[in-house]
């Protein structure tokens, strides 16, 4: 759509349209059209105008005092801080741009329960290309600790869903998911989520490692893994049910 102006279809001049129209006045619309004229002159006669022609008002000298005249004919400027809110940005550690949310939205982190567990299985299944069976969902809705949803605005974005292993006389942190809404990522969201994870780790002291498996060919999350100090530790062939079948296990060392 264009934003020209449109020009009224209508072209006919003041004097025309009051010459064809008048006659069609009763005399008791004629009267409340006339006292609302007056009415209205009356009202015009005792503003003051605060039209500014170089520094003074069109009926009078300039303004020196009435400060709100001068409010009405400048308009406050706004504070440069205000401005650059919604243009401040987070660099990585290589010092390139990282997208964040605009404004003061709220970015928090929320308990799993049996209240919100559709709307972690909907998120899954916007963001995952798997299915999750119902034993997950059953497990996740009381993992407490183990699992969090992210909100943004009161609205879920991302989630992690975790549990504990045992490898090799080991106790582990197994990452189930970790995941967040297309529009969201790049936000620092999918971060906020890495970080409670690794703080869980350092919290529960048999913690020893934390790993997880990503397809091979879901490079972005091998890099965003690797980021937050993560080792590709090989390939697992046939782990998945879908193409690429193949995964890579990826390892983080908390403590020895």
């Avoid at 004629?30 to 605060?50: L, V």
């Avoid at 006389?169 to 936000?187: F, I």
């Avoid at 980021?227 to 879908?242: A, K, S």
Wanted: overall charge neutral.
């Amino acid at each position: 759509m264009s934003d020209q102006p449109v020009e009224p279809v209508n072209n006919i001049n003041d004097e025309q349209a009051n010459v064809e129209t008048e006659p069609t006045l009763s005399k008791s619309a004629k009267k409340r059209a006339k006292k609302q004229q007056k009415k209205a002159s009356e009202s015009a006669d005792d503003q003051p105008s605060t039209e500014k022609i170089d520094g003074e008002t069109s009926d009078g000298p300039k303004e020196t005092t009435d400060e709100k005249v001068v409010e009405k004919v400048v308009p406050k400027k706004k504070d440069p801080v205000e401005m650059l809110v919604p243009m401040i940005k987070k660099f990585d550690v290589n010092g390139k741009p990282v997208r964040t949310i605009a404004g003061h939205g709220s970015v928090y982190l929320g308990e799993i329960t049996p209240h919100n567990i559709l709307q972690l299985k909907k998120l899954n299944e916007a963001v995952f290309p798997i299915a999750y069976n119902d034993k997950f969902y059953v497990e996740a809705r009381t993992c407490g600790d183990l699992g969090r949803l992210a909100y943004y605005n009161d609205v879920v974005v991302g989630a992690v869903c975790c549990r504990i292993d045992d490898i090799s006389d080991e106790k582990s942190l197994y990452l189930m998911t970790l995941g967040t809404l297309a529009a969201y990522r790049q936000c620092g969201i999918g971060t906020h989520l890495i970080y409670y994870a690794l703080k869980l780790c350092k919290k529960m002291e048999e913690i020893k490692t934390m790993y997880l498996h990503v397809q091979v060919n879901n490079q972005t999350a091998v890099q965003f893994y690797e980021r937050h100090g993560f080792t590709n530790d090989g390939i697992i062939e046939d782990y998945y049910r879908i193409s690429p079948r193949d995964a890579y296990l990826l390892i983080k060392r908390i403590r020895m």
